[in-house]
């Protein structure tokens, strides 16, 4: 007779701890929900951007940014330029450059990006300077 009263004790004492079980764990699942959401609302920090737009870039260009000439937030998202070596010549100041416009989502995912000019690395830059 004790050992049906252990048996139902122990059932008993089983139920109770996977009662206390399920809290804790949809404790922890809820708490990671959150975590992702609110990682998926946060907006991405400037630096994240750059970093990205870069990757993204190179990653369709395949040609390395050598550097970000402009950066600006915009109401779509946000506003690139960014310098990148196309064709690598020796002399280096003789390697050709390219003005690459890049424009991201508010995510900072690339939506679109385009050539806006080529230039010879070691030439001065004659826009708006009253240049030859």
């Known amino acids: 007779m004790s050992n049906t009263n252990n048996t139902s004790e122990s059932q008993d004492s089983q139920q109770s701890s996977r009662r206390t ?6 404790q ?5 929900q959150e975590s ?7 907006k991405p920090r ?9 990757a ?3 990653e369709l260009t395949g040609m390395n940014a050598e550097s970000v000439s402009s950066f ?5 998202g946000w506003a690139l330029e960014v310098e ?22 508010s995510e900072g995912q690339l939506t679109g990006y385009r050539r806006v000019r080529r230039y010879e690395r070691g030439r001065s ?4 300077s009253g240049g030859r």
Not at 21 to 26: G, T
Not at 72 to 76: A, I, M, N, Y
Not at 84 to 105: C, F, G, I, K, N
């Open 84 to 105: 990148v070596l196309e064709l690598e010549r020796v002399p280096d100041t003789m390697s050709l450059m390219a003005s690459y416009q890049v424009e991201l989502d």
């Open 56 to 58: 993204q870039l190179a």
């Open 125 to 128: 830059d004659a826009r708006g």
């Open 46 to 54: 400037p630096m994240e951007v750059l970093r990205e737009a870069r």
């Open 21 to 26: 079980r399920k809290p804790r764990q949809s």
């Open 28 to 32: 922890e699942s809820r708490q990671s």
């Open 72 to 76: 600006e937030q915009t109401e779509e």
């Open 36 to 42: 992702r959401q609110s990682q998926e609302s946060r």
